[in-house]
């Protein structure tokens, strides 16, 4: 049983598409999180929900948007998407008090032509 | 400055070699410290905890030095299954969050 699950695993769309990845959870978890590791490979934080309540919000692009319909799921909608959102985005999850062990998803590779 | 900081490598080193990875981070209210391990295309996941004290777990030692913001991992008799990236991360439970280094690459050849 995948523990942290996101789909798709591959994205391929044309700059100004809007497009989602979507994200599940089966430990139980009440944090979850959205990652992005560009072509340099690094993992940087782009948001965090607490039980569906958003808690980290960092400097991300307004056309990125996240959604948390319950603890369980974190989808990402971004909208005109741009050359330089190619990356692989990464989903993560927590029981504990945060700052602690992370669960990663297999993360969504995006490629914008 | 980053948050937190490592030297990107490549390490390359022979299959039974011992090989030592640095890190050093920026907030001395981080609370809590890990090793993870990415493997090429794949997400990152947990090696170990990392305690003052320091501990271990089978070829590999973790050591944190609070005082100099220090973090280290020790990798003994290196097999080809090591070769991996190693992210050293560091956690802020206030903010509920992980910084992670840019990571470490390391190629251990026959």
């Known amino acids: 049983d995948t523990a942290v699950s996101q789909t798709p695993k591959y994205l391929v769309t044309q700059m100004g598409n809007d497009k989602s990845i979507k994200c599940e959870q089966n430990l139980g978890h009440d944090t979850m999180y959205w990652y992005k590791q560009d072509s340099k490979k690094f993992l940087k934080i782009m948001f965090s929900?607490?039980?569906?309540?958003?808690?980290i919000n960092e400097t991300v692009p307004n056309r990125f948007s996240p959604k948390s319909p319950d603890k369980a799921h974190l989808n990402l909608h971004i909208n005109s998407l741009e050359l330089g959102d190619s990356a692989v985005y990464f989903c993560?999850?927590?029981?504990?008090?945060?700052?602690?062990?992370?669960?990663f998803g297999p993360g969504t590779r995006l490629t914008v032509l | 400055r980053k948050e937190v900081e490592q030297d990107p490598g490549p390490f390359n080193v022979p299959e039974g070699a011992t090989v030592a990875f640095n890190c050093t981070y920026s907030?001395?209210?981080?609370?809590?410290f890990f090793w993870y391990r990415q493997d090429c295309r794949k997400e990152p996941k947990l090696l170990m905890s990392?305690?003052?004290s320091g501990n271990e777990d089978g070829r590999f030692t973790a050591q944190l030095n609070r005082a100099s913001q220090y973090i280290s991992l020790l990798i003994r008799d290196s097999k080809l299954s090591d070769s991996a990236t190693y992210l050293c991360?560091?956690?802020?439970?206030?903010?509920?969050?992980?910084?992670f280094g840019s990571g470490t690459r390391l190629q251990v050849q026959p």
């Open positions: 907030n001395s209210a981080s609370q809590s």
């Open positions: 993560a999850s927590t029981g504990e008090d945060g700052g602690r062990r992370q669960f």
């Open positions: 990392v305690y003052s």
């Open positions: 991360v560091v956690g802020d439970t206030g903010r509920r969050a992980l910084t």
């Open positions: 929900y607490n039980n569906k309540e958003l808690i």
